[in-house]
């Protein structure tokens, strides 16, 4: 059995998280074949919402579901726990784990195609806004020409959003530019300044205290929440980081779109 296949076969785990959530785990191991069941979960709970559905969170392994225990109801009978007080039907999270179970298990191939959105990035690298591009080219005995050209070859999948509103947690850096983070985080960084922490990269959506290591800004505003999604980037996107000089930065001016 290869790595592939033992990645497809990985046992799905279903358990509850307090008494209005359960949780699906695709395996454990992070990479192209969980994302795509997490996806692939994900969209069908948004085309086909159960009663009592409140959201539902993608994250690297794991769709959480959020539902409202009152108006979950029995498939078989249509009645909710609130409607008899609990007596003769299974509980909130014993109907939604069935549910989650069938799912879980008449997922396929077609379910998991990929439709990836690809979001492109422009980046301005080095100088003031990506202080530590020096340093992470001398941990890894590089130019700093030779790590903005590898940074900005890849195409970085979004995993999840998480940390803070409109952060995506990407995944795809190569190890060639991995760099620990800093061992005293900055009290502020600045709105998309692009970081490096570990073996992962990601860009700051809002100023916000931190200890990757910056190596550019992005002119994008990544959260503006007085829009209809207010997150540039979602789960499943591929992003792409374009190099830009300094002067086209500024050009971008205070639009950040």
């Not at 279903?14 to 997490?38: C, H, M, N, Y």
């Not at 539902?67 to 003769?88: F, I, L, N, Q």
């Not at 980046?123 to 050209?149: F, K, M, R, S």
């Not at 490096?196 to 992005?218: N, V």
């Amino acid at each position: 059995m290869n790595r592939m296949d033992r990645e497809q076969a990985a046992p799905v785990r279903l358990f509850p998280l307090g008494d209005a959530a359960a949780v699906v785990q695709f395996g454990s191991r992070i990479g192209e074949t969980a994302r795509r069941k997490v996806q692939a979960l994900i969209a069908i709970l948004e085309q086909h919402p159960f009663p009592g559905l409140i959201e539902a969170v993608p994250a690297f392994v794991t769709v959480t579901v959020y539902y409202d225990p009152m108006k979950v109801a029995d498939p078989h009978t249509g009645e909710t726990w609130s409607s008899h007080s609990g007596h003769g039907i299974r509980s909130p999270f014993g109907i939604v784990s069935s549910l989650l179970s069938r799912l879980t298990a008449s997922l396929g191939s077609d379910d998991e195609k990929d439709v990836s959105r690809i979001v492109e990035i422009p980046v301005c690298y080095g100088g003031e806004l990506g202080p530590d591009l020096q340093e992470v080219a001398e941990l890894n005995g590089l130019a700093p020409e030779e790590v903005i050209g590898i940074h900005s070859q890849a195409d970085y999948r979004v995993h999840m959003i998480g940390f803070a509103p409109g952060f995506p947690y990407l995944g795809g850096m190569s190890e060639r530019i991995a760099a620990p983070r800093r061992s005293v985080p900055r009290v502020n960084i600045e709105a998309g300044s692009v970081g490096i922490g570990g073996s992962q990269t990601g860009i700051y959506p809002i100023a916000t205290p931190g200890g990757w290591r910056l190596i550019g800004r992005t002119p994008l505003k990544l959260f503006q929440p007085d829009r209809a999604e207010p997150s540039l980037l979602r789960a499943g996107d591929l992003v792409r980081f374009r190099p830009i000089r300094y002067e086209q930065y500024i050009e971008w001016g205070e639009d950040g779109t």
